[in-house]
């Protein structure tokens, strides 16, 4: 069973969100995904200070397997990127919640936030999506 950290809130297309303060989230793609999608190549992040809506695509995971569409969890500006995935995608398969997250985000809208799935709640989306 994939790695659920209790402290994070959760997207249905897997996306992970933490909560930094100061109205600022880190995302990052889910223990689920990475093992789904299998070892990534590349990675396309968006650029600091694109402006996103919530569920907008906003970033892409290559794998060996696939490329995928990353979702904004969040409306807001982008803060941050990892740099570090440009030269290292692999860090989404072996550290998803640490060195491998994706972006960071100025929520334009609180609300978004508490719409997410606790861990519990995603995990049971994962059991539905197996059964």
């Known amino acids: 069973m994939s ?5 994070l809130k959760f997207t249905t297309s897997h996306e992970w969100v933490r909560k930094e303060g100061d ?7 889910s223990d689920h995904a990475q093992e789904l999608l299998g070892d990534m190549v590349f ?5 600091v200070d694109d402006e996103v809506a919530g569920g907008d695509d906003c970033a892409v995971a290559e794998s060996v397997k696939a490329a995928s569409d990353i979702y904004s969890p969040l409306s807001g500006t982008i803060v941050a990127i990892n740099e ?3 030269d290292s995608p692999e ?3 072996s550290d998803p919640y640490g060195d491998g ?6 929520s334009s809208d609180v609300e978004e936030y508490e719409q997410l799935l606790s861990a519990e709640e995603y ?3 994962l059991e539905e999506e197996e059964e």
């Open 43 to 47: 990675v396309d992040l968006p650029d």
């Open 84 to 86: 570090e995935l440009e």
């Open 91 to 93: 860090l989404l398969n």
């Open 3 to 7: 790695d659920i950290p209790s402290d």
């Open 123 to 125: 995990q049971n989306s």
């Open 101 to 106: 997250w994706l972006f960071q985000i100025k």
């Open 23 to 29: 109205g600022v989230y880190t995302i990052g793609i």
